[in-house]
């Protein structure tokens, strides 16, 4: 029964993800993708479940490498595309 | 459930709805830094909550991976120059991917179900193909490797096959999880998949590639979530997939191509019959092209890759402002694949100070093009080629261009004649109204700014 509710959300979610993006203009496509991008780092909450057992053994290992990859990407993909949005000025700003 | 499990997936809830709101304001220009942070605190709070579960009993490995991979990527998105964009979307976007196919290797300790098997197996597969794909896309945006496409003899047979062994290392191991071998078959052959999936693809294609790729890292995390049995990563990684599909649709309309025909086929294999093309170049020189700016009062600029090689978007913004105070209206025009990712151009003119609201999309500009004295192409080649709109033997044909041919004097500034990317033919360049600005775009542009000045 979790899986197919688990899968329901995936639908939703889904659908939902088209929607919002559906609209953005042509000058923030590189800001969406680096902040989506950002966003696809959300598997360090993965991660940290399997960092932080306690257990020494290799699922430990992966989980903490996946930690430090995952911070890469979310870290490096916020401050970038902060650092991107931060020059779009209209006229007159 | 206890009460903290409660909270924490309360708090998911929260980050899900913080995420989701987040991308709607980065879907306008005033409020997308907004957005960008409110998604980053979404984050935030998905990371603390997950530190909360009472599964966790020891933090100094999160805690070194976090402050390993945080300093790198905080290093890495400070110091890294604008032009450098795509490829860093790139490398940051592979990580993504490594990490999910990490995170689904690692949650096969749990004695997974079927159902868990799967999701695992999707998550090492996507993971894998993301990361190494990236790492491709980064080598080639980078021009560490060789922008253009590879091909060799039998190559659609070798991928197919690939294909077929991913999928028969992937149910065996779903039958038989025991033996641990068949996951470091599935891992080591998506790894494989990701470099042959991107090395026939050529640098014009980029934007594609990158859109696929960011969408699978999405679908990565997705899929690791299934792993994990976290909603969170369920709810974020399919927004980010679904947010890729689109830009990828996008792209791929702007170039007339079925995706498909972008992964599978290089553009230069398609045959490309040599039409002969009618007229003679009439070169100009900065001088002679200062005149003509002079006394137009309508300009638009429309700029390419080349432009981002020469790194002339200062310069450009100089003469923009020069052309304004003689009195002209100038616009850009950007076409949708325009350099080398969604948005390139746009990125590169925000970093010159340009007002985004000079930018004009492809279908605002065309209508004008009409009334505009001077259509500056810097840089630009496919995206501004007439042959795509009435030369049905072009390989590009049907490819929606800007009409700078329609303007009543293009200016086309180009290194030389060779042709553009995939050697087609540009019959813009022999037009009657076309004069050619030979050099480098960022000499001559700043060979115009001194005429003015």
């Known amino acids: 029964m979790e899986a197919v509710f688990l899968t329901f959300i995936l639908m939703l979610a889904i659908f939902l993800g088209f929607e919002l993006i559906n609209k953005v203009p042509a000058t923030l496509h590189t800001p969406l993708m680096s902040g989506a991008n950002a966003i696809s780092g959300i598997t360090i909450v993965g991660a940290i479940g399997l960092a932080g057992t306690g257990q020494q053994d290799v699922s430990n290992w992966l989980g903490a490498a996946a930690v430090a990859f995952a911070s890469i990407n979310v870290v490096g993909g916020y401050l970038v595309t902060d650092r991107m949005l931060a020059m779009f000025k209209k006229r007159g700003d | ?453």
Request: aromatic fraction near 8%; glycine fraction near 10%; charge should be negative.
């Open chain 2, 1 to 453: 459930m206890t009460s903290l499990e409660v909270v924490i997936q309360l708090a998911y809830v929260v980050a899900a709805a913080m995420f989701i709101y987040g991308l709607k304001l980065l879907g306008s220009a005033d409020s997308a830094r907004r957005g960008n942070m409110l998604s980053a605190f979404a984050m935030l709070l998905a990371i603390v909550s997950a530190l909360l579960d009472q599964g966790i009993v020891e933090y100094q490995w999160i805690l070194s991976g976090f402050v390993i991979g945080g300093a790198i990527g905080g290093t890495v998105a400070r110091r890294v120059k604008m032009t450098a964009m795509p490829e860093m979307v790139a490398l940051f976007n592979g990580f993504g991917g490594l990490a999910s196919l990490l995170v689904g290797t690692a949650a096969i300790s749990t004695n997974p179900a079927t159902f868990t098997l799967v999701s695992i197996v999707l998550s090492v597969l996507i993971g894998g193909l993301t990361f190494t794909g990236s790492l491709i896309a980064y080598g080639k945006l980078s021009e560490t490797l060789s922008s253009g496409t590879v091909n060799f003899r039998g190559q659609q047979i070798v991928n197919s096959l690939l294909v077929l062994s991913v999928i028969a290392s992937a149910v065996m191991f779903c039958l038989e999880p025991d033996n641990i071998q068949w996951l470091y078959l599935v891992v080591s052959l998506s790894l494989l998949f990701g470099v042959m999936a991107v090395i026939p693809i050529g640098g014009a294609d980029m934007p594609v590639v990158i859109s696929l790729l960011n969408s699978y890292s999405g679908l990565a995390a997705c899929a690791a979530g299934f792993a994990v049995n976290n909603n969170i990563l369920i709810v974020a990684g399919s927004l980010v997939g679904a947010s890729g599909i689109i830009l990828t649709k996008i792209m791929c309309k702007a170039m007339n191509r079925s995706l498909s025909h972008v992964l599978f086929s290089g553009f230069g294999s398609s045959s490309s019959s040599a039409s002969e093309v009618e007229g003679e170049i009439k070169p100009i020189s900065v001088e002679d092209g200062y005149y003509v700016l002079e006394a137009a009062t309508n300009v638009a600029i429309i700029p390419g890759y080349g432009m981002a090689v020469a790194q002339a978007q200062h310069v450009v913004k100089e003469l923009c402002e020069l052309l304004e105070q003689n009195g002209a209206e100038v616009n850009f025009g950007i076409h949708p694949v325009a350099g080398r990712m969604p948005g390139h151009m746009n990125v590169l003119l925000a970093e010159a100070d340009v007002p985004y609201d000079l930018l004009l999309e492809m279908d605002d500009i065309n209508p004008r093009m009409e009334n505009i004295d001077v259509a500056i192409v810097i840089g630009a080649n496919d995206v501004v080629n007439p042959a795509a709109r009435d030369m049905e033997s072009s390989p590009i044909y049907g490819m929606p261009v800007i009409n700078v041919d329609y303007a009543r004097t293009v200016f086309v500034l180009k290194r030389s004649m060779a042709s553009g990317f995939a050697g087609i033919e540009n019959p813009l360049f022999y037009k009657e109204n076309t004069r050619m600005l030979f050099g480098d775009a960022k000499e001559s542009i700043a060979g115009l700014v001194r005429e003015f000045s």
